[in-house]
Structures are given as structure tokens and as C-alpha cells.
């Protein structure tokens, strides 16, 4: 069975402009949830989605915005790009959401540059 | 508001000792805690988790248990092994419709 796919892996852009990252949950996955992780803040939950559907969100502003299509491959926007949102953006996918037993997998993240 | 802390923030060991990850809490009602495992510029791979009902787990070499009314969590390696370089998060969610939320890590280096 393939793992939680993201792409792309690295990417650079510049200050005021918008991006999408794509994430590819593992056959069978139904939830996905995104992930910011910085050296000074450390991981920080963006959200989560089920059956299209967002099921939970962090603390971040409006500018950060995600959906899920019916084949659960999920998708993050951010637009107007500022230098504090250098980052590794990690997505997770969950066969079993909200359960005591919850597990995570987790995919190897977009290394995202603004300059 | 949950915190989670991890203390220290890196640590260094001798090949072939038994080492402790430490993880405390600052609110002893949680659904679950998670120990996670990330290797440099990759994703997570989760190791151990631990429901509220629960008061370890154990998987090879590594141990986790909890104390929910210390709001602390351990975890063991034993043996320690060069592979086991890494840095270790830990992850506790208050309900089943919570948020996970992270410690910033205990980045571990296993001097050969």
C-alpha cells in the first residue's frame, strides 16, 4: 500500500503570492489533517478534513484555507504569502478519525521557501 | 489551555544505554497521547500510543507509559542504537474531536 503522498516536495516562492500544496492520503484514508511546523513554533494543527467535509481547525488566519475532494486527496492554499510562512507543511491521514485509538501517518512534507 | 512540554530539548547518549524521553501535560483530562518518531526533513511516524484507560505500552524496545494525575508520559529505549538518532514528539488530544497537540521534541543523538 503507497503512504500519504505530498507534492511537491520543496518549493520557493515569493513574498505576496499564493500556493497549493496537495496531499495523497493512503488508499482507503478518509481523513486528513494539515500541519505547519516551524523551529520556533514547533507543529501546529491547521486542520482536518473527512468526507469533504472540515472537521476541526487551528489558530491561523483566514489566508491559510484547504478542501478535500471526493477521492480524499486534499488540497492547502495559502495566499498572500509572507517570510513567516517558511515552513515544513505536513499532511496526515487517519483510517480510524476521532477514535481512542487514533493512529497518524504522516507524509514527508513540502519544504515551502518564501523569499 | 494544554500545554505540552518537553524536556530536554536535545540529548546525547552513549551506544548500548537505556535512556527516558520525558513529556508532561498541563491538563490531565486526555483523550490520548501519541509518541512520534521524525527523522531529519521527514514526516512522523507514530510509536506508541496510549489511550486514556491506559497506563503503557510497549512495542520492542520501547516503552510509554502514563500517569494522567502527574500529567506526565515517559518514554524508554532500551539499548540504545545508532538508528535511534531522531527527534521524538510527543502528542496528546483532549477529545475525540480535538485537536492534536504537539511538544516541541527531544531531538536524541546516539554516539556510536
Known amino acids: 500500500k503507497a503512504g500519504v503522498t505530498q507534492t511537491p516536495r520543496y518549493l520557493i516562492k515569493t513574498r505576496g503570492q499564493q500556493v497549493t500544496l496537495s496531499c495523497s492520503p493512503i488508499s482507503g484514508h478518509r481523513s486528513v489533517s494539515w500541519y505547519q511546523q516551524t523551529p520556533g513554533q514547533g507543529l501546529q494543527f491547521l486542520f482536518e478534513y473527512f468526507s469533504e467535509t472540515q472537521r476541526n481547525k487551528g489558530n491561523f488566519p483566514g489566508r491559510f484555507s484547504g478542501r478535500q475532494f471526493s477521492n480524499s486527496r486534499s488540497e492547502m492554499n495559502v495566499s498572500t504569502l509572507e517570510l513567516g510562512d517558511s515552513a515544513l507543511y505536513l499532511c496526515?491521514?487517519?483510517?480510524?478519525?476521532?477514535?481512542?485509538?487514533?493512529?497518524?501517518?504522516f507524509g514527508s512534507g513540502t519544504q515551502l521557501s518564501v523569499l | 489551555k494544554q500545554e505540552v512540554t518537553q524536556i530536554p530539548a536535545a540529548l546525547s547518549v552513549p551506544e548500548g544505554e537505556n535512556l527516558v524521553l520525558n513529556c508532561s501535560f498541563t491538563?490531565?483530562?486526555?483523550?490520548?497521547l501519541q509518541w512520534f518518531r521524525q527523522d531529519p526533513g521527514k514526516g512522523l511516524t507514530s510509536l506508541l500510543l496510549i489511550q486514556s484507560s491506559q497506563r503503557e505500552q510497549t512495542s520492542g524496545r520501547l516503552n510509554a507509559s502514563l500517569d494522567k494525575s502527574s500529567g506526565r508520559s515517559t518514554l524508554y529505549i532500551a539499548a540504545s542504537q545508532p538508528g535511534d538518532s531522531a527527534t521524538y514528539l510527543c502528542?496528546?488530544?483532549?477529545?475525540?474531536?480535538?485537536?492534536?497537540?504537539f511538544g516541541k521534541g527531544t531531538r536524541l543523538h546516539i554516539l556510536p
Open positions: 502528542a496528546v488530544k483532549m477529545n475525540r474531536d480535538d485537536k492534536i497537540i
Open positions: 491538563d490531565s483530562a486526555i483523550y490520548n
Open positions: 496526515a491521514s487517519s483510517p480510524n478519525p476521532g477514535q481512542e485509538n487514533e493512529k497518524l501517518f
